[in-house]
C-alpha cells in the first residue's frame, strides 16, 4: 500500500481546523512568537541597566561630590542622597539596591595618604544586579578618587588592547536575548503543539473516527507533523522579521532561506518527539509533566544560555543526541555570524538523523495510542 500525500494533505487541514478552536493554544503561539521574545529581549539585560543607587555622604566634600556626580545612566539612575538613619529602611523595601557609604573626613585622609574605605552596601537578593553592579560601582568610585589625587588619569600603557565586536558591534544584549528566546520557543512549541494534537484526539473521542478511516499510522502522523511544523514555521518568520528586525532592530547577519530550512529540519526533530511523548502519556497532564522533565534539560544544557565548554564533558558529548543542541549551533552561526550551508551542514545532517530516529520511534508507538484505554 502505498502513502497518499493526498490523505497526508487532507488530515492536516483538519489539525489546523482544530488547532483554530482551541484559543487557548492559539494564545499561548501568539504571545510566545511576540510579547514572549520581545520580553525576554528587554526585560533583563545582562549588562546593567538603570540601577537604583543611594549615596550616604558624611564627608561633604568636593572628593564625595565628585563620586556622587560619576555614577551616570543608563547603568545607574540618578543616586539619591539618605542619611544614614535611612540606610536599611532601603534596602528592606527593595527602593535601593546599592548604598554607597562616604565617612566623614574621607577626602583628608586621602590626601594625607592615610588608609579610608568606602561601604558599598548591596541588596543581594536582585542577583542580576548585584554581581555585575559591585564592580561597576568599585571601579567608578576608586577611578574618581585616583583621578582626583593625580590631577589626571595616569599615562597610557606602552601596549594597549583594541577590542572590535565583530557580530554585534554595540554590544546590545537584547540582540542574543530576543534570538535564544526565539529558539527555545520554536522547540517548545513544536514539541508541545504536536503532542497536543495526538491527545486532543483521545480527549475530544475522535479517536474511533481515525480508526475506522482507510488511512496508514504513518499519514496520520505526518499529517500532524507537518501541519503544526508549518504554524511554528509561520510564526517564527513573523518573529523574525517583525519584533527582531522591526522592533528590536537586530542586525541579522546571514541567509534567512538558509536559517528556515534549519528551522525545518529541527521541527522535523521535536515534532516527532512530541508525538513519541504524547503515544507515552496517558492524558495531557502527563503530557505536561513529560514536557517539564524533557525541555529544561535541552533547553539549559543546549548551549543557548551558556557555552557548551562550560558543561560537564561527560553531558557535553551526551547532549550531541539532542536536537536542541545542533539548532542552537546552526542558529548562532547562521544569524550572529552569517554561515553558509559549508559551515552548518553537519548539525543539520545530525538534525536530519535525529529527526528519523524520533520519527520510527514515535511511529512505532502511535498505534498504541490511538487505541483508547
Known sequence: MTLSWHKVWRLGIKEWWSLARDPVMLGLIVYSFTAGV?????????????????????????????????????????????????????????????????????????????????????????????????????????????????????????????????FNPALTPSWFGGLMELIGNVTMLSVILSGAALIREREHGTVEHLLAMPVRGVEILLAKLWSMAAVVMLATLVALLVVLRGLLQVGLQGALPLFL?????????????????????????????????????????????????????????????????????????????????????????ALLAIGAVLFALGLARFGTALRPH
Open 38 to 166: 520581545y520580553i525576554a529581549a528587554t526585560a533583563q539585560p545582562d549588562t546593567l541597566s538603570r540601577a537604583a543607587l543611594a549615596i550616604v555622604d558624611e564627608d561633604q566634600s568636593p572628593l564625595s561630590l565628585r563620586i556622587r556626580q560619576a555614577f551616570l545612566p543608563p547603568q545607574f539612575m540618578p543616586p539619591e542622597q539618605i542619611a544614614l538613619a535611612q540606610l536599611d529602611a532601603r534596602l528592606d523595601r527593595g527602593s535601593a539596591t546599592f548604598v554607597l557609604v562616604i565617612p566623614a573626613g574621607f577626602q583628608r585622609r586621602v590626601l594625607a595618604g592615610r588608609p579610608a574605605a568606602l561601604q558599598l552596601n548591596v541588596d543581594a537578593t536582585r542577583m542580576s544586579q548585584a554581581f555585575s553592579g559591585s564592580g561597576y560601582v568599585e571601579q567608578i568610585a576608586l577611578g574618581e578618587v585616583a583621578a582626583f589625587v593625580h590631577g589626571a588619569p595616569a599615562r597610557a600603557p606602552p601596549v594597549a588592547l583594541t577590542v572590535r565586536a565583530r
Open 261 to 349: 530550512l534549519g528551522v525545518a529540519l529541527h521541527l522535523f526533530a521535536t515534532t516527532s518527539l512530541g508525538i513519541l511523548m504524547a503515544a507515552t502519556a496517558r492524558g495531557m497532564p502527563q503530557f505536561g509533566l513529560l514536557v517539564i522533565l524533557v525541555l529544561l534539560p535541552l533547553q539549559m544544557l543546549s548551549g543557548a544560555t551558556t557555552p557548551r565548554e562550560s558543561i560537564p564533558a561527560v553531558l557535553r558529548e551526551l547532549m550531541l543526541l539532542a536536537p536542541t543542541t545542533h539548532f542552537v549551533e546552526l542558529s548562532q552561526a547562521i544569524l550572529f555570524r552569517g554561515a553558509g550551508i559549508e559551515v552548518v551542514w553537519r548539525p543539520m545532517l
